[in-house]
């Protein structure tokens, strides 16, 4: 079965759904099956009705990443990450956003760097490319602000974890000149 598989989280914790591209009407939640029908209430708003009797109203915003998701009256923003973000360590704000250190989650090799000291960058900026499972991807900047250090170079192999690039958020310790 073709499918594709999604790390959602929103009230703390963070469930990994599988959704199928092959027309099926089930999907999986943390491993277990769960039957929907989707109806579709405008561009990008979706009536969901699960198998046992949930329903849920999705609206989608432009990257598809935050949707909003109402359900007997209570709303909540979602953050989804496809498997691939979540491999190369996309939505780290725990880690990237608060602290400006950019790593991957998965070893591979930097195939391009495109910022260095002293670069201001916005949130979601592509800063470098790495190389993993013979696939190149960007690694995005987790929050505005100046790269302060670059710590890799082209050909580089890096391990999950590894510190490439740290970037000064703006709005941090540092003075204005």
Known sequence: MKSRIYHVSGSGDEVQVTVPLDGKTS???????????????????????????QVWTVDLDKSGKEPLVESNGSMLRLSVLSERDKLLGGGNKAGGASSGDVSVSMPGKIVKVMVEEGTQVNEGDAILIAEAMKMENEVKSPCSGVVQEVCVAVSDTVEPGQILVRISPEGGDEEAS
């Not at 999907?27 to 009797?53: A, P």
């Open 27 to 53: 999907f999986q939640i943390n491993g277990e099956e769960v039957g929907f029908t989707v109806e579709s209430l405008g561009k990008t708003r979706y009536l969901v009705r699960g198998s046992q009797g």
